[in-house]
Each structure stands twice: as C-alpha cells, then as structure tokens.
C-alpha cells in the first residue's frame, strides 16, 4: 500500500519560513503530478502549488505566488513546499497529493497524506 507522509509543519511568526516535506512509501515505480493543499477551518481545501513528474512544470495560487517554492525529488519519491514572508492567513492543515503512483502491480490514482498543521502566529 502507498502512503504519502507529510513532515515540517509547526508554528512560525508571520514573515517567517518554514519547509515542508512530503514522501511517499511504498512499493513505488513512479510518482506523476503532486500538489500541496491547505485547507483552513470554514474553509474548502485549496490547490497550493502544482509539479508535473519531470519538475520543470509548476503551478501556484495567485496567494502564494512569489512566496511559496514547490520542488520534488524522484530519485527520493519526495515533494517540498518552501514557504517564505508566511502570513497569519497561510494559517491552514497542508495536504500532500499525488495524482497517479504507479506501484509494482498498478496505479493508484488521487493519493492523499495525512496533513500537517501550519500555524502562522505571534
């Protein structure tokens, strides 16, 4: 069975910085697309940056952009999101996902961790 674990999130004064982490176990040939979510309470999860298998494509939120670096590392089956100027409004459990994870028997489609809490606060 794959799994994505998350890693990273904790509590950072506004204008501060903080990196997340995201891998995936398992018996893994290959991860395509992954994202990072959030998702605030009251609030509908939310894409927060986008890379496609190779890297050399990324996508953010207008919000983020310019602040929040998303990045991956295949040989590792690994996502980061380096997060920069963090503002009390970054506040939010963050998500890891994964579109398609081809296993040694299949693929398994819309992998989702378990989240980690980021709290932007001082």
């Known amino acids: 069975q794959v799994q994505l674990v998350e890693s990273g999130g904790g509590l950072v004064q506004p204008g501060g910085s903080l990196r997340l982490s995201c891998a995936a176990s398992?018996?893994?040939?290959?991860?395509?697309?992954m994202g990072w979510y959030r998702q605030a309470p009251g609030n509908q999860r939310e894409l927060v940056a986008s890379?496609?298998?190779?890297?050399?494509?990324?996508n953010y939120a207008d919000s983020v952009k310019g602040r929040f670096t998303i990045s991956r590392d295949n040989a590792k089956n690994t996502v980061y999101l380096q997060m920069t100027s963090l503002k009390p409004e970054d506040t939010a459990v963050y998500y890891c996902?994964?579109?398609?994870?081809?296993?040694?028997?299949?693929?398994?489609?819309?992998?989702w961790g378990q989240g980690t809490q980021v709290t932007v606060s001082s």
């Open positions: 996902n994964a579109d398609r994870i081809l296993t040694n028997s299949k693929f398994q489609y819309d992998v």
């Open positions: 398992g018996s893994i040939f290959r991860v395509y697309a």
């Open positions: 890379i496609n298998r190779d890297g050399d494509s990324t």
